[in-house]
């Protein structure tokens, strides 16, 4: 069993950068996408960032084209998302997921969740 865990959440002042980290364990990463999501209370989830398992081609929402870049490591079986001047309305539980063999396009199903992380950004 696929198993997601998230980090590196916290509070930081418009502007400035945050790195998350997605773990996985239980299983490998190698055949499975890794989507990055968030959600503000309130708010329906938005994925932000996808990267498939084979070629490593990413998806970036337009909110965060640019400033947001999505990387894994599956010798590690980590994956990341680098935010980089971030705003306030960037504000949101951060998750990460998992689906084997998606190729990112189109609407995802994601199979594997982790529980979030809370990114804050406020001056």
């Known amino acids: 069993q696929l198993q997601l865990e998230e980090s590196g959440g916290g509070l930081v002042q418009p502007g400035e950068s945050l790195t998350l980290t997605c773990a996985a364990s239980g299983s490998t990463l190698d055949f499975y996408a890794i989507g990055w999501f968030r959600q503000a209370p309130g708010k329906e989830r938005e994925r932000v960032s996808c990267i498939t398992s084979n070629d490593g081609r990413t998806n970036v929402a337009d909110s965060v084209k640019g400033r947001f870049t999505i990387s894994r490591d599956n010798g590690k079986n980590l994956a990341y998302l680098q935010m980089n001047s971030l705003k306030p309305e960037d504000t949101a539980v951060y998750y990460c997921?998992?689906?084997?063999?998606?190729?990112?396009?189109?609407?995802?199903?994601?199979?594997?969740w982790g529980k979030g992380t809370l990114v804050a950004v406020s001056s």
């Open positions: 997921a998992a689906e084997l063999y998606y190729d990112c396009s189109g609407h995802e199903t994601m199979d594997y």
